[in-house]
């Protein structure tokens, strides 16, 4: 089990739109940068005392295969959601809020070894650090 980033250094503007919620993306291609199972793959950057409002991912093109996957951060690593399926077209979301109290990522746990699938991890995020 590796970690690995796959942060495009989208870093969420903490001071210059302040009080404002902006989405974030990251497309993540596993047929460039694939995965083994049990992976972490950093996606966003959060500040800490930003709030995320809702996550997940849109899966735009299938594993091939039988592959799920957990979106969560580095303190619970389904905290947006578990068992998400890579092998459908699909999007899949959390409305569960969560304010982060130091900086971490949203991950991707790969649930099996990943090769093939493209997908865009996003969040809709509070601007304000407090």
Do not use: C
């Not at 250094?9 to 974030?24: A, E, H, W």
């Not at 969560?72 to 905290?79: I, S």
């Not at 899949?92 to 090769?115: E, H, M, N, P, R």
């Amino acid at each position: 089990m590796a970690t690995l980033t796959h942060i495009t250094d989208k870093r969420i503007p903490g001071s210059s739109l302040p009080g404002k919620v902006i989405t974030v993306s990251e497309e993540i291609d596993f047929s460039t940068t694939g995965a083994a199972s049990g992976d972490v793959v950093q996606a966003l950057n959060i500040k800490a005392g930003q709030t995320v409002l809702r996550a997940g991912l849109n899966v735009s093109t299938v594993e091939g295969s039988t592959a799920t996957a957990k979106l969560g951060d580095g303190a619970d690593n389904d905290r947006f959601g578990s068992g998400i399926n890579l092998n459908a077209a699909t999007q899949s979301q959390s409305t569960a809020s969560f304010k982060y109290a130091s900086d971490d990522t949203i991950d991707i746990v790969a649930g099996a070894t990943l090769g093939n699938a493209k997908l865009t991890v996003w969040a809709e995020v509070t601007t304000t650090v407090s």
